[in-house]
């Protein structure tokens, strides 16, 4: 299995960017995907998941109402669209997946991971 995120790169206050994740080896219509990001000296944290039984969706409280995830099965990508971004949005995000229908936030509960792009949001 072998996810691909991509999508990330410098943005200015308030800008957007679409990151996509792409899999290969694995259906990602059956699995729950999330997204992660990790900034320097801090720990990674659940930013956004999306669930393959019912289609639901969880979030960040940081990033409510600015970040959307959604899915096209038909291409086997996710996506993580964000708008209105903040320099404190500037991270290396990463998408995973694994053996389970429901998303989450949690990072233990995903298998498989992508190697992550660095989303920088400065002026």
């Known amino acids: 299995v072998q996810l691909q995120a991509s999508g990330g790169g410098l943005v200015q206050p308030g800008g957007s960017l679409r990151l996509s994740c792409a899999a290969d080896?694995?259906?990602?219509?059956?699995?729950?995907i999330g997204w992660f990001r990790q900034a320097p000296g801090k720990e990674r944290e659940g930013v956004s998941s999306?669930?393959?039984?019912?289609?639901?969706?969880f979030y960040a409280d940081s990033v409510k109402g600015r970040f959307t995830i959604s899915r096209d099965n038909a291409k086997n990508v996710v996506y993580l669209r964000m708008n209105s971004l903040k320099p404190e949005d500037t991270a290396v995000y990463y998408c995973?997946?694994?053996?389970?229908?429901?998303?989450?936030?949690?990072?233990?509960?995903?298998?498989?991971w992508g190697q992550g792009t660095q989303v920088t949001v400065s002026s």
């Open positions: 995973a997946t694994g053996h389970r229908a429901t998303g989450t936030l949690d990072f233990g509960a995903y298998d498989y």
């Open positions: 080896g694995i259906t990602l219509d059956y699995y729950a």
């Open positions: 999306i669930s393959s039984s019912d289609g639901s969706t």
